[in-house]
């Protein structure tokens, strides 16, 4: 049984749902989320909460349940206060630059790197720190991890691109050992 589907989801302030047969949509302004069920869930809107049910009794139903309910819940996040990622970028010469719409990367190629904003996706730059934010959880942490697959973290010296929050174990180098 899924505790996370048994969770109402609480509508913010602000933002409009409606049901529009097996899709649910969330407008906020000129914005509109749409989460397409195909029939395999219930769903009720009661006021600001939106509850879900099981379409029957098997275990993909349960599974179904608690993942359109965590999807709606990033949707009504996303629009209500957003998400972000942080990069931070360590290394001698590595460098990040916004120019148009595009992200401009140094990070020790013979080459810079030029990656393309996707839409609905902001990126600012400070120092060393990417800033990644927008209102899809998924398209936000795609991008972060496309721009860190570019230089990942390596072991012995930490350069590379990480997460601001991730934590890079450290390998000790070679050590010269005493000859006998």
Avoid: C
Wanted: hydrophobic fraction near 35%; charged fraction near 30%; aromatic fraction near 8%.
């Amino acid at each position: 049984m899924s505790r996370i589907g048994k969770r109402p989801v609480t509508v913010a302030s602000g933002i409009e749902v409606s049901l529009d047969g097996t899709t649910l949509v969330a407008k906020k302004g000129n914005l509109e989320k749409r989460l397409e069920t195909y029939g395999r869930v219930g769903i009720s809107i009661d006021g600001n909460e939106v509850t879900f049910s099981r379409a029957g009794d098997g275990k993909q139903d349960s599974a179904f349940w608690g993942t359109y309910r965590a999807l709606f819940d990033n949707i009504i996040v996303g629009l209500d206060k957003g998400f972000k990622k942080s990069l931070e970028i360590n290394g001698v010469g590595y460098r990040a630059a916004v120019e148009g719409s595009n992200l401009k990367l140094q990070l020790g190629y013979s080459h810079d790197i030029f990656y393309p904003i996707p839409a609905g996706v902001e990126i600012s730059v400070e120092k060393n720190i990417i800033n990644i934010s927008g209102t899809d959880k998924q398209v936000i942490g795609q991008v972060a991890a496309e721009i860190r697959e570019f230089r990942p973290p390596e072991p012995y010296k930490g350069k590379g691109v990480k997460y601001s929050d991730e934590t890079i174990i450290r390998k000790a180098g070679k050590s010269a050992g005493k000859k006998k």
